[in-house]
């Protein structure tokens, strides 16, 4: 198994629980020198698209899994890695136990556009799900969106 750290909607537990069934969720913790943002606003179906860039000011919150090569293989598809949307690059995670070596997807798209009220409401859930900070979920909350009318 290999250490996975979800920063997006894949921060709620029963949302990995349906996409990852023998992936186990380990602990949480922060990636630190890293931002939430978005991009990729032409591949969204309604918006820019979640992603994390280097940034020493800043820290994401994240969940971390043991994931089977099976379920990574799975979450590959879930995440479009495997057309090349996303590629995984390894980082550390601060947690409670130390710092532990994983790895995330990233968006191969420049930086840039808003997210959809409708994405971002799901991000703030999931990371809500995830037993976030609450000024970190608020801090999602407030996160400038376009809305899409829905």
Known sequence: MTLYAAYGTNLDPLRMAERCPHSPLRTT????GWRLTFGGEEHGWDGALATIVQDPFEQVFVAVYDVTPEDEKSLDGWE?????????????????TGEQLVWVYVLDAHE??????????????????????????????RRACRSTGL
């Open 80 to 96: 479009s890695a495997d057309t090349g949307l996303f590629r995984k690059t390894k980082v550390r995670v601060s947690t409670l």
């Open 112 to 141: 840039g556009g808003l997210p959809s009220a409708s994405y971002l409401g799901v991000l703030a859930n999931a990371a809500e799900a995830a037993d976030a900070p609450d000024d970190y979920v608020g801090a999602l909350r």
């Open 29 to 32: 913790g922060w990636l630190e």
